[in-house]
């Protein structure tokens, strides 16, 4: 069982960055990442991801990075630009893919307001 616990979420003014780390218990390397978001009202999505290649979703716009910098059981997301609309849970994913496993975190709240 791989434990993920993410870290950086907190209040920030439109415009603003920041950063989420994801943080697992073992080592990820091989995995493929990702982060999800949850909006209010609204089902989860997908926001960005590695997965051998990196991709991200439409509404990101080339404001958000995901990476894992070398770190064997980090990634990150680097959020600039931020816009009210990107309120939400933000989770952090972490696939395994033979034998086929999915681990999430417990998410933390990212609000963008003045």
């Known amino acids: 069982q791989v434990q993920l616990v993410e870290s950086g979420g907190g209040l920030v003014q439109p415009g603003g960055s920041l950063r989420l780390s994801c943080t697992a218990s073992?080592?990820?390397?091989?995995?493929?990442v990702a982060w999800y978001r949850r909006r209010p009202g609204n089902e989860r999505e997908l926001v960005a991801r590695i997965v051998g290649s990196t991709s991200y979703a439409q509404f990101v716009g080339g404001r958000f990075t995901i990476s894992r910098d070398n770190a064997p059981n980090s990634f990150y997301l680097q959020m600039n630009s931020l816009k009210p609309d990107d309120t939400a849970v933000y989770y952090c994913?972490?696939?395994?893919?033979?034998?086929?496993?999915?681990?999430w975190g417990q998410g933390t709240q990212v609000t963008v307001s003045s």
């Open positions: 073992t080592d990820i390397s091989t995995y493929g």
């Open positions: 994913n972490a696939d395994l893919i033979t034998p086929y496993r999915r681990y």
